[in-house]
């Protein structure tokens, strides 16, 4: 007959449930760093389709300056045309301004007007916050998010172009 190892000279003798307590530790932890990522992820999508939003609204409603009333109209309704979950462009998230193309900055009520900053947003005041997966565990339920295009006439009556609020160091 052949004699085994004693258990109490096993090398694992009294670790019988370290594995289920280190488990207990890290499956929690990943994922909540899982959830993290999915619902950071999902705000840098949201972001996006909110920039896209923007420059679309904001192009649109530089063609119809020198009117703001109409600039205004034309970039709400091409912010709402771009964006279907709720207001995305509301009439105070367009403003007509002066772009100057020497230093590079837009200012709002500047004459003559030949520049259009338009701000989209998803957020709690306009009703449409974003609404996250994991983080309510944390109790943060919902985001705000949004993000801003400049559209601006240099030239001729036909001449446009986009300013994206990443082409500014904010730092």
Avoid at 4 to 14: D, F, L, T, W, Y
Avoid at 23 to 51: F, H, M, N, S, T
Avoid at 116 to 144: E, K
């Amino acid at each position: 007959m052949s004699q085994g190892v004693p258990r109490s000279n096993s090398v694992c003798a009294g670790d019988t449930g370290a594995a289920v307590a280190l488990a207990a530790i890290i499956i929690p932890v990943l994922l909540a760093i899982a959830g993290l990522v999915v619902d950071v992820g999902q705000l840098y999508w949201v972001r996006a389709d909110l920039q896209k939003t923007a420059a679309a609204a904001a192009l649109a409603a530089v063609a119809d300056l020198p009117s703001s009333t109409e600039a205004r109209a034309t970039g709400v309704a091409y912010g709402s045309a771009n964006h279907g979950d709720g207001i995305a462009v509301a009439g105070s998230d367009v403003e007509i301004g002066r772009w100057n193309r020497q230093t590079r900055t837009f200012t709002p009520g500047g004459s003559p007007a030949n520049a259009v900053l338009v701000t989209a947003n998803r957020s709690s005041a306009n009703g449409n916050p974003v609404d996250l997966f994991f983080l309510p565990i944390l109790g943060v339920d919902t985001a705000d998010v949004a993000a801003t295009a400049v559209a601006a006439r240099t030239g001729g009556m036909g001449t446009r172009f986009l300013i994206d609020d990443e082409m500014f160091d904010t730092d």
